[in-house]
């Protein structure tokens, strides 16, 4: 479907009213096993973005008075058909975020597949609540209504599984929406513009426009016809997002990071303690929100635990996204791969004990200019420091 032109490059568009329309300025994505480039991503203007705003506008009269069962069966139908392509589209989100095709396989485009039929079939029963006031006669009630155009800015650890999470509800309950994925894992969205074509989705009711944060998520974010913004990213950008949303009084809804802990108590079923915090720290290259980033263990069982743990992190192997024997791929990009480094060697230099994760990786040549690193683990650092503090979002 992702089809590179003569030079290997893959050249993306912004869908706005159910055409694909090609930009002026772009820039480059990167396959992050290789360090290579690999697409061209449009870099949206105000105006690109406001061509778009005006799509979902006129669409969102017809859309939002569409009967739910309609709505329900054209998403269903987006749902199939992506279940149909699950390989395709894992291939091309591990090629574009570095994660291994496995976990694409298993994790990304699956919840992709269910988010669009969990909300398709939500709208199907969906249930208000209401309250009265004792003896007044008075009832007060709920109903979800659309509120109009819906710009939904999502980042590049899980881009799909993310995205498609905005986009099922809003489209569900009749909004249209227009979304900007990150700059650095746009291909699979461009893709799934095309499913949604395939399957009947009216022109204007879901656009894409591409770009980086700064100018083209800002241009969503003050666009005054797109009437709320759903984002999820680092606290950082939400800040921005925040104060420059403020004079149009957007709905917002926020989902930022986190500096998760794990705590082990001496009566845990130890087996099962160590290799469930081994999955929650490593899983997708320790680039989810979730992840667990530090470690708290009771002061009867942490020797044995650190050596469990440092045995099992070692063995979680680092390697080419298409192996079927990595555990973890790369990671998003050269400079996300220094920020995370730069974290390791703080602690190195004040004192902290580095159990794993210097050791060199064994890759193939046309990996070895890729993002990878090795699962590391950090001992021996006061939890008020910087590593047991801020959201590192690496392994
Ligand atoms: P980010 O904040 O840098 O970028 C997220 C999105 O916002 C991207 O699409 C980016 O282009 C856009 N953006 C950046 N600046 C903008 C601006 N000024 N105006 C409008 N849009 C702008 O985050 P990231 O590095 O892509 O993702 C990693 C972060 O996301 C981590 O902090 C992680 O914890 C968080 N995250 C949270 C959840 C959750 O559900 N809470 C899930 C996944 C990731």
């Not at 944060?213 to 950082?236: E, Q, Y």
Request: aromatic share 8%; charged share 20%.
């Amino acid at each position: 479907m992702a089809c590179p032109d003569a030079n290997g490059l893959l050249t993306i568009q912004n869908f706005i009213n159910g055409d694909f329309v090609p930009s002026k300025q772009h820039i480059d994505s990167y396959d992050p096993s290789t360090g290579k480039v690999y697409a061209k991503i449009p870099e949206s203007s105000k105006e690109e973005v406001d061509a778009a705003a005006q799509a979902a506008k006129r669409a969102f009269p017809l859309w939002s008075l569409t009967e739910a069962k309609e709505r329900c069966r054209i998403m269903i139908k987006i749902a199939d058909i992506l279940e149909s392509r699950l390989a395709e589209f894992a291939a091309a989100e591990s090629k574009d975020q570095g994660k291994t095709i496995a976990t694409a396989t298993i994790v990304d485009i699956p919840r992709a597949v269910h988010n669009m039929r969990f909300f398709a079939t939500t709208i199907l029963h969906d249930v208000n609540t209401s309250s009265t006031v004792d003896k007044l006669g008075i009832v007060n009630y709920t109903t979800r209504e659309a509120c109009g155009v819906a710009g939904l800015i999502s980042p590049w650890n899980l881009p799909l599984y993310l995205l498609t999470f905005k986009i099922a509800p809003a489209i569900a309950w009749g909004n249209t929406v227009v979304a900007k994925p990150s700059e650095m894992t746009s291909v699979t969205s461009w893709m799934f513009a095309k499913v949604c074509k395939e399957a009947g989705l009216p022109d204007g009711v879901l656009n894409f426009t591409y770009g980086t944060g700064p100018v083209t998520g800002d241009a969503i974010v003050c666009h005054p016809d797109i009437h709320l913004i759903s984002f999820t990213g680092s606290t950082l950008t939400a800040e921005r997002i925040q104060s420059a949303s403020s004079p149009f009084c957007k709905k917002l809804s926020l989902e930022l990071g986190g500096k998760n802990p794990a705590v082990i108590f001496s009566d845990c079923d130890f087996k099962k303690a160590v290799a469930t915090t081994v999955r929650s720290s490593f899983a997708n290259q320790g680039e989810i929100c979730l992840c667990t980033s530090r470690i708290f263990v009771e002061n009867t069982i942490y020797q044995k635990f650190v050596e469990e743990f440092v045995k099992q992190a070692k063995e979680f192997k680092t390697g080419p996204p298409g192996d079927p024997s990595s555990r973890m791929g790369a990671l998003i990009s050269k400079e996300h791969l220094a920020k995370v480094r730069g974290f390791v060697h703080w602690a190195q230099e004040n004192g902290g004990t580095i159990q794993c994760g210097l050791e060199e990786l064994n890759l193939p040549d046309e990996n070895k200019e890729g993002y990878f690193m090795a699962a590391t683990v950090i001992t021996d650092v006061a939890d008020t420091s910087k590593v047991m503090q801020e959201e590192i979002f690496g392994p």
